[in-house]
Each structure stands twice: as C-alpha cells, then as structure tokens.
DNA sequence: GTCAATCATATTGCGCACAATTTAATTGTG
DNA sequence: CACAATTAAATTGTGCGCAATATGATTGAC
C-alpha cells in the first residue's frame, strides 16, 4: 500500500478541500457557501434552467439541490416555479439580488486565484488535465 | 464571470468527487466509505496514532474524525483507547482485522488508478501539482 | 500546591453528497 | 380513452466537513 502522499485519490480531495476553504472566507461576506455558488456560477452563465440541467453541469442530484435552492431562495436570491409546459420541470431564475451579486462574486474568484501563485498558462495546463481525469473517471466509472 | 468550466475550483471539486465516485464502487465491498479509507491509509503506515496526528495528516478536525473513528471501532477495524500517559490523547490502534484488510484495500487502489487511464509519470506530474497548489493555498489562506 | 491557561478530544448544529424511495406529471401503447 | 412506463423533483436517511462550544486532563506561573 503507498503511503497517504503517493495517493492522488488523496491529492485530489485535499486540493479540493483547501480551494474550498479558501472561498469560505470571501463568500461567506456575500452570504454564500461554495457549493452554492457554483450554483450561482450556473446561474449566471444561463440564467432560468430546470433543477435536472443544474445537475447534469454540476453532477449533483435533486438530494443535494433541492434543499441549496431552497436555501438560495429564501436568501433571495433566486424564484423556483413549474414550467407551465411541463409540470414536472422546475425552473430557477435569478432575482434582482442575485443578478447584483454576480460582480463582487467575481472579484472573490480572482481573489482566490491569485492565492494560488499559478501562472495563467499553469493553471490552463491543470485546468486540462483535470477535465480529462473526471472525463475518463466517469465513463470509466461502472453506474 | 467565467464560465463554470473556467473554474480552477470546480475542476477540483468534480474531479475528486469523481475520483471518490470511482472509490465508492470496489471500497463498499471492504465495508468502507472513502473518508475511512484514508484514515486507514495512515494507519497501514503509522499504527497507533492520536487523533490529533491523525487530524494533522489529513487535514480533519476531531468533528470529522471522532465520529468517523467509532465507525472503524463498531466495524472492527481499529480500536480506539486513551494514552496512558496523557489522558487527553486518544490512540487508534488497527486490529487484525484492520490489518488485514491492507491488501485487498491496495487491489481497490490499483484498480481505481487504472481507471484513470494515466501514465505513471503523467500522474506523478499531476500530484506534484497538487501537492504545491494545496501547501499555497493553505499558507496564502489567513485562518 | 493552587489556579488560570492551554491542550486534546468530544459534542452540537448546519450544509452538503449521495443512495434509495416517493410523489406527481407526462408519454407511449393498445 | 385507459394505463403502464417513464421522467423530474422531492423526501428520507446516512456519513462526512467544519465552525463553535464543551469537557476533561495537563502545564505553567505564582
């Protein structure tokens, strides 16, 4: 068995727990938790999509993003209702306030870019091969 | 804003739950999640550690792993007893069963590594990369 | 030796992740 | 039209992560 540092299951959880951690600070000023504002991030790309396209950009399932949105919309920041065409689908909208909030969240993601010392073109590199792990770990990944 | 794919953080994010994803699978066989899995990487490596060694390593808090530890205590796995010499500390010693099962816990990593499709140098690469993006984003990050 | 400060772990509470199941709407087939 | 199959979200239950606090043992200053 290799030891804990040879383990890139392990690299990858560690890097993630502490790029997370390093949002915290930040977003907790606008009120938001990462998970929330990749959310947000969605959002912001395309506004007015069904929970089921949120979880296929983010790979997150209804368990985990009904109760964030509900939470994003009692913070006021986004409106949950049916399509009309199909009741089924519900549709997540910005409010003006999460609109708004789209320019400081931006100043938080330079913020914590730029604590991680990269290079623009390293961290395009790492960007990449980070794409290309997930690409193969998911089709690679028996479900 | 960036789109969601520009996102250093979430590369990170979907990249280790989809390297957990591809964990869950073969280590629910061993009566594991991936969390305890770690700590028994460090266990297979240093038996009979504190909590709070064991919390240095892997960067979790007692909230995490007092928990999480009872779990491998009930299943078996380790045992868990106070330093006689300092009662504060807790020592967490792997029992037979914890040993034993190291070998079909290294078949668990091996397989999920070949799933990744990487070179052994090109995932060498890959965890030196992390490895410095996690030691500056944790000295950069004013806790 | 006493007692305040420090230290290690445990506890509590909240917000994810994810599996499994449920509910309700839509679609497809006869 | 009827109704089984499918689909989209919601719900339930378990196990993390992590902040905040509590508990109990040890250390240090006097």
Same mark, same amino acid.
């Given at each position: 068995?290799?030891?804990?540092?040879?383990?890139?299951?392990?690299?990858?959880?560690?890097?993630?727990?502490?790029?997370?951690?390093?949002?915290?600070?930040?977003?907790?000023?606008?009120?938001?938790?990462?998970?929330?504002?990749? *959310?947000?991030?969605?959002?912001?790309?395309?506004?007015? *999509?069904?929970?089921?396209?949120?979880?296929?950009?983010?790979?997150? &399932?209804?368990?985990?993003?009904?109760? #964030?949105?509900?939470?994003?919309?009692?913070?006021?920041? *986004?409106?949950?209702?049916?399509?009309?065409?199909?009741?089924?689908?519900?549709?997540?909208?910005?409010?003006?306030?999460?609109?708004?909030?789209?320019?400081?969240?931006? &100043?938080?993601?330079?913020?914590?870019?730029?604590?991680?010392?990269?290079?623009?073109?390293? +961290?395009?590199?790492?960007?990449?091969? #980070?794409?290309?792990?997930? +690409?193969?770990?998911?089709?690679?990944?028996?479900?």
């Amino acid at each position: 068995m290799r030891p804990l540092d040879n383990h890139l299951c392990f690299a990858l959880y560690a890097a993630s727990r502490a790029m997370t951690a390093g949002y915290r600070g930040p977003l907790s000023e606008l009120g938001l938790t990462y998970p929330q504002f990749i *959310v947000m991030v969605v959002l912001w790309q395309t506004d007015g *999509v069904t929970v089921g396209e949120l979880g296929k950009q983010l790979q997150l &399932d209804s368990g985990t993003l009904t109760p #964030l949105l509900k939470r994003l919309e009692q913070a006021n920041l *986004v409106t949950r209702q049916r399509n009309a065409d199909d009741e089924r689908e519900l549709i997540v909208t910005l409010t003006e306030d999460g609109h708004a909030l789209r320019h400081k969240a931006n &100043d938080v993601s330079e913020q914590v870019f730029c604590r991680t010392g990269l290079e623009e073109s390293a +961290a395009m590199q790492l960007l990449g091969d #980070l794409h290309d792990l997930t +690409a193969r770990l998911r089709t690679n990944n028996p479900v």
